[in-house]
């Protein structure tokens, strides 16, 4: 394998992040999104380019209240797995968490070993979220504030993986 970079995604890119999305949408690991969503987002994003232009990876990072963010939609080209790729992505998105003033990130992942190894922890309850932020979160519409707080809105937990969180 060869080198890449990681950079701010573009609207040139959503194409291939839902390219690489389908198949893990189709596994249940991630949730899907129509295009307008990604773009909407697009952002929030950062995506791995090969040396070649190609994109090997991609995530996003959603901002939710002063202190807390989630990283989103984290996910790498099969063949690149094992290269540094997830975790240069990871690296970036909680450097801008750090840049924005947020103080802890977490995850909905099925990839529980990945995230430990960069120093996320399973989240036991909510008792992260302190009860006032929690009420102003409610009015949030995005599904995936709704789904941190498990809110009867959306089936709780609904792909069945595991809340983590980092302290930055």
């Known amino acids: ?3 890449f970079i990681i ?3 573009r609207t040139a890119d959503v194409a291939a992040i839902m390219g690489m999305a389908e198949p893990l949408v189709d596994q249940r690991v991630l949730v ?11 952002q929030e994003f950062v995506v791995a380019e090969a040396q070649d232009g190609s994109l090997i990876g991609f995530g996003a990072l959603h901002v939710m209240w002063k202190d807390l963010a989630e990283v989103r939609t984290l996910a790498t080209d099969s063949r690149w797995r094992g290269h540094g790729v ?6 970036e998105l909680t450097t801008r968490a ?10 909905l992942t099925f990839e529980v070993e990945f ?4 120093g996320f922890g399973i989240m036991d309850d909510q008792a992260a979220v302190d ?3 929690y009420t102003e979160l409610l009015r949030s519409p ?5 789904e941190f707080l498990d809110l009867a809105r959306v089936k709780p937990n609904t792909l069945g993986n595991t809340r983590m969180i980092l302290q930055l």
């Open 32 to 42: 899907p999104k129509e295009a307008v969503a990604y773009y909407e987002a697009i």
């Open 142 to 146: 995005d599904e995936g504030v709704a």
């Open 115 to 118: 995230f430990t190894r960069h």
């Open 86 to 91: 997830g975790s240069g992505l990871l690296k």
């Open 131 to 133: 009860p006032d932020v």
């Open 98 to 107: 750090h840049t924005l003033g947020v103080s802890r990130v977490f995850c």
């Open 1 to 3: 394998m060869g080198s």
């Open 7 to 9: 950079r701010p995604a």
